[in-house]
């Protein structure tokens, strides 16, 4: 009579590095059909809707983004549990102060980073991204403004990365969940500065929601980070040079002070944002790089993207 001898860490690991590909794989065609959709809903709002009428076309934008994201993100959560299941896949960890702490220094470390990019790409204008700037004095437009390119961004894009995407890649460890749902975010974003800043803003949102467990966190983040730049995009139409230039250093310097505070404050209380936990993971981080980097879809989604940032 053989006997067989299984290798059960070997199983393991042959299972674990199934279901972590299997995970960027259908985050990643996620991110395909959102791409796909965009661009879809680009066409279809040139083609219908006249660029002169504000209002109408920020409100094509606002149930487009709604769209595009949380159709595809939702119908990719049911492959693996469901959004319920992967929302729920970080415990509540800290309090309502600390997650407060955490908002200041990740909004004020968003402005920094915001703030220097711009720099780079004054000395490498080729870094720039041309997104569309609107401006109106009408309160109403301000505030359709305000809900299109601020609130529901922040919303729908957090619940998608930071939730439910998060969730699922999360099987790989919480810097694997982080680094990778980080890519897939930029990914998405026009130019290659807004890229650059995509990637960095998404690992800080996914730094605070493992951090505090709580999604609400990298919501308001989100939300005050866009409109920041909503606010300094209007103070440019409004103000001189000088004042404007006034407004944005003594934003930034505020912000980089605050975030500074709030960094120490969560430091002398031993709030680690940046140390991830293995989850468990048995996958080395070679095989982490190979299963992500070079999964198909993952491969597929980044030269799309990188033909509609040429063309």
């Given at each position: 009579?053989?006997?067989?001898?299984?290798?059960?860490?070997?199983?393991?690991?042959?299972?674990?590095?199934?279901?972590?590909?299997r995970?960027?794989?259908?985050?990643?065609?996620a991110?395909?059909?959102?791409?796909?959709?965009?661009?879809?809903?680009?066409?279809?709002?040139?083609?219908?809707v006249?660029?002169?009428?504000?209002?109408?076309?920020?409100?094509?934008?606002?149930?487009?983004?709604?769209l595009?994201?949380?159709?595809?993100?939702?119908?990719?959560?049911?492959?693996?549990?469901?959004?319920?299941?992967?929302?729920?896949?970080?415990?509540?960890?800290?309090?309502h102060?600390?997650?407060?702490?955490?908002?200041?220094?990740?909004?004020?470390?968003?402005?920094?980073?915001?703030?220097?990019?711009?720099?780079?790409?004054?000395?490498?204008?080729?870094?720039?991204?041309?997104?569309?700037?609107?401006?109106?004095?009408?309160?109403?437009?301000?505030?359709?403004?305000?809900?299109?390119?601020?609130?529901?961004?922040?919303?729908?894009?957090?619940?998608?990365f930071?939730?439910?995407?998060?969730?699922?890649?999360?099987?790989?460890?919480?810097?694997?969940?982080?680094?990778?749902?980080?890519?897939?975010?930029?990914?998405?974003?026009?130019?290659?500065s807004?890229?650059?800043?995509?990637?960095?803003?998404?690992?800080?949102?996914?730094?605070?929601?493992?951090?505090?467990?709580?999604?609400?966190?990298?919501?308001?983040?989100?939300?005050?980070?866009?409109?920041?730049?909503?606010?300094?995009?209007?103070?440019?139409?409004?103000?001189?040079?000088?004042?404007?230039?006034?407004?944005?250093?003594?934003?930034?310097?505020?912000?980089?002070?605050?975030?500074?505070?709030?960094?120490?404050?969560?430091?002398?209380?031993k709030?680690?944002?940046?140390?991830?936990?293995?989850?468990?993971?048995?996958?080395?981080?070679?095989?982490?790089?190979?299963?992500?980097?070079?999964?198909?879809?993952?491969?597929?989604?980044?030269?799309?993207?990188?033909?509609?940032?040429?063309?």
């Amino acid at each position: 009579m053989a006997i067989r001898v299984v290798n059960i860490n070997e199983n393991s690991t042959a299972v674990q590095e199934k279901a972590v590909r299997r995970s960027v794989t259908y985050v990643s065609f996620a991110c395909i059909i959102i791409l796909a959709m965009q661009m879809g809903a680009g066409v279809l709002i040139d083609g219908i809707v006249d660029r002169n009428d504000t209002i109408l076309l920020l409100l094509f934008l606002m149930i487009s983004s709604v769209l595009t994201i949380l159709i595809p993100t939702f119908v990719c959560s049911q492959q693996q549990g469901g959004w319920r299941k992967n929302m729920r896949k970080y415990k509540h960890r800290y309090n309502h102060l600390a997650c407060t702490l955490m908002v200041i220094w990740g909004f004020g470390l968003c402005v920094v980073l915001n703030f220097l990019i711009g720099l780079l790409c004054q000395i490498m204008p080729w870094l720039g991204s041309h997104e569309a700037a609107y401006f109106s004095s009408d309160p109403m437009t301000v505030l359709l403004i305000f809900l299109t390119m601020a609130v529901v961004p922040a919303v729908c894009e957090e619940v998608a990365f930071r939730g439910i995407f998060c969730g699922m890649l999360v099987r790989g460890g919480e810097g694997f969940a982080a680094a990778v749902s980080s890519l897939l975010f930029a990914l998405l974003h026009s130019g290659f500065s807004g890229m650059l800043f995509a990637f960095l803003a998404g690992m800080i949102f996914a730094s605070v929601r493992k951090t505090s467990g709580r999604l609400l966190p990298c919501i308001i983040i989100h939300f005050l980070n866009n409109a920041f730049s909503v606010s300094a995009s209007m103070a440019y139409h409004i103000f001189s040079l000088d004042t404007y230039n006034t407004f944005l250093y003594t934003a930034v310097g505020i912000s980089a002070l605050m975030m500074l505070i709030a960094a120490l404050i969560l430091a002398i209380g031993k709030v680690h944002l940046f140390r991830y936990r293995r989850r468990a993971c048995v996958l080395d981080t070679a095989t982490k790089i190979t299963v992500s980097v070079g999964n198909p879809s993952l491969i597929l989604l980044m030269l799309l993207a990188v033909i509609q940032k040429i063309f």
